[in-house]
């Protein structure tokens, strides 16, 4: 016997709005219970989905109930940046405005772009920091003179 349509959006939405893990229109046909053509799964989770209830990404879903606490879970925390990520601090608009300014004005400068100018002036500043700090422990390691 077949449950009424609204009840099943019900049930569908109970069971796919805590899964932690993302979820695909196969995974949910294999663990459900009920008989139903694939047309109303996925009018469900199109419904859903125009409902702010799930997103969607490819051929996975995922409630936004677990993105939102995952986000809430890991807002402060410091993230892992792989090798194979990389990170953009933010940039104020009116220094990238500056800088895009003074590429402008001075082309002899090589500069390419505005990346390119932040990670050689970065790049500089360290070098700088970095022999003030070498500096600064080599005065440390000398015995002092009394």
């Known amino acids: ?10 049930q569908l939405l109970e069971f796919v709005e805590d899964r932690e893990e993302p979820f695909t229109f196969e995974f949910l046909k294999a663990n459900c219970n ?3 053509e694939d047309r109303r799964f996925l009018e469900a989770l199109y419904e859903f989905e125009e409902d702010g209830k799930i997103v969607r990404l490819d051929h996975h879903y995922l409630s936004t109930r677990v993105m939102l606490r995952r986000w809430i879970r890991d807002r402060g925390k410091p993230q892992l940046i792989s090798e194979d990520i990389s990170y ?8 990238i405005d500056q800088i895009e300014e003074l590429l402008e004005e ?13 990670r050689d002036a970065v790049r500089r500043l360290m070098e700088q920091f970095g022999k003030k700090l070498k500096g600064r422990s080599d005065k440390e390691s000398q015995p002092s003179k009394r």
């Open 1 to 10: 016997m077949m449950i009424p349509w609204e009840v099943f959006k019900e």
């Open 34 to 36: 009920q008989p139903l």
């Open 88 to 95: 953009e601090p933010p940039v104020p608009h009116g220094l």
């Open 106 to 118: 001075r082309p002899e400068l090589g500069y390419i772009d505005v990346d390119e100018f932040v």
